[in-house]
C-alpha cells in the first residue's frame, strides 16, 4: 500500500535561517505530492503541488522537488519567519487508489520559529 | 467563493452515543472527502463521496457512514461512539476535474470529544 514518511519534529529555528522537512513516501502508481500546513486552531491549507518526477513546487518562499529515484518531496525554505510555525504535512495522491483523489498523509512535522 | 464549511465547530458525545457531523463543498466542487485526524498525527481517510456516491473507503469500520445530496453537501455519521473516535473530523472538497491531481481543500474541523 501507500505511505508517507516524513521527519519527526518539532523542528525549532530561528528566525532567518534555512528549513528542510524530510519526506519520503511509498506508493503503487505514479503519484502527485503535496505539502499541506495546518496554523494552530485551524485546518489544512494547500501549500504546494508536483504532479510528475523532476517537478519543483513553489510557494511563499517554500520548495520542493519531485525525486522519483528517492522516492522523496523534501521541503526546503531558505529564511523561515516566525509566522510559518505551524503542523507541516507531507501528502500523496495515487491514481491507482479505487478513490482517484484519495490523500495519504505523514505524521506531520511541527515548526516552531523563534524570533 | 465560498469556502468548505462544517458544523458543528465542536462537541462532546457519551461512548456508545450516534453522531452525525455536516459540511458544504467548496461552491463548484463536487467531491467530498472526510479524514480523522488523532491529536498529534496525520489525517486518515475515512472516505470519499462523487455526485453522491461513496467512490472510496478507507480502513473504518461501517458504523463510519456517509452521505452527500445533491447540492453536493455531506454528513458523516458515526454509530456506538468508541472513546478512540475521538479526533479532529476534516471535511475536503474537491472538483471532479481536479480528480487524479489530489488537490483538496479543507474545511476547519469538527473537534469531537467521546467521554
Known amino acids: 500500500g501507500n505511505s508517507v514518511t516524513q521527519m519527526e519534529g518539532p523542528v525549532t529555528l530561528s528566525e532567518e535561517a534555512f528549513l528542510t522537512i524530510n519526506c519520503t513516501y511509498t506508493a503503487t502508481g505514479y503519484p502527485s505530492l503535496f505539502w499541506y500546513v495546518q496554523y494552530p486552531g485551524e485546518g489544512l491549507q494547500l501549500l504546494l503541488k508536483?504532479?510528475?518526477?523532476?517537478d519543483k513546487g513553489s510557494n511563499k518562499g517554500f520548495e520542493a522537488t519531485y525525486r522519483k529515484e528517492t522516492t522523496s518531496f523534501h521541503l526546503e525554505k531558505g529564511s523561515v519567519q516566525v509566522s510559518d510555525s505551524a503542523v507541516y504535512f507531507c501528502a500523496l495522491s495515487d491514481p491507482a487508489n479505487n478513490a482517484g483523489n484519495m490523500l495519504t498523509f505523514g505524521g506531520g512535522t511541527r515548526l516552531m520559529v523563534k524570533p | 467563493e465560498t469556502g468548505v464549511t462544517q458544523s458543528p465547530t465542536h462537541l462532546i458525545k457519551t461512548r456508545g452515543q450516534q453522531v452525525t457531523l455536516r459540511c458544504s463543498s467548496q461552491s463548484g466542487h463536487n467531491t467530498v472527502s472526510w479524514y480523522q485526524q488523532a491529536l498529534g498525527q496525520g489525517p486518515q481517510f475515512i472516505f470519499q463521496y462523487y455526485r453522491e456516491e461513496e467512490n472510496g473507503r478507507g480502513n473504518f469500520p461501517p458504523r463510519f457512514s456517509g452521505l452527500q445530496f445533491p447540492n453536493y453537501s455531506s454528513e458523516l455519521n458515526v454509530n456506538a461512539l468508541e472513546l478512540d473516535d475521538s479526533a479532529l473530523y476534516l471535511c475536503a472538497s474537491s472538483s471532479g476535474q481536479l480528480a487524479g491531481s489530489g488537490e483538496q481543500y479543507f474545511g476547519p474541523g469538527t473537534r469531537l470529544t467521546v467521554t
Open positions: 508536483a504532479t510528475k518526477a523532476d
